[in-house]
């Protein structure tokens, strides 16, 4: 929170929650974060720029798909403020995610594809678990669902 100006189209904290559909709470956070940013008219009311709303929109994708805030505020730091932002800009920031937002998809895909699979676990609870796990020989390689959270190629090896 810093400048101070005049702009018809900002908005006060009440529209921004409204629109952004978060709690005035959450614009606090946000911008305690570093990750929005507002302003004070002379009044000393807090208001908006418009483009903060494309701000939070990122910021609340990301966040329901797992992304950590400390990930998304390096990817909004890309984005200048001094001057209008292009698709390109946004395209840009985003580039460093492509590989980790490539795997959680992959994730999900599996997670959505494979629920009634052998998942390499250590259960052995499923009748096709002796094909995929027998006698937990995955447990050898590390911990967790070794099917969905191992190295790629003991993931492609064991794939159906
Ligand atoms: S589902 Fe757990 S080991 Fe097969």
Do not use: F, K
């Amino acid at each position: 929170m810093a400048r101070v100006r005049a702009r018809p189209n900002d908005l006060s904290v009440g529209e921004m929650a409204a629109r952004a559909g978060v709690p005035v709470s959450t614009l606090h956070y946000y911008e305690a974060e570093g990750l929005i940013e507002s302003w004070r008219t002379p009044a000393n009311h807090r208001r908006y720029d418009r483009r903060e709303l494309r701000r939070v929109a990122i910021v609340r994708v990301a966040q329901s798909v797992g992304v950590p805030l400390a990930e998304i505020r390096t990817v909004l730091d890309r984005i200048p403020r001094d001057r209008a932002v292009s698709a390109a800009d946004w395209a840009a920031a985003a580039e460093p995610w492509q590989a980790m937002l490539d795997e959680r998809i992959e994730l999900m895909q599996r997670l959505r594809d494979q629920m009634g699979h052998c998942v390499g676990c250590g259960c052995l609870s499923l009748t096709n678990c002796p094909l995929y796990n027998a006698d937990d020989r995955l447990g050898a390689n590390g911990a967790g669902p070794r099917r969905w959270l191992g190295r790629p190629e003991e993931r492609e090896s064991l794939d159906d």
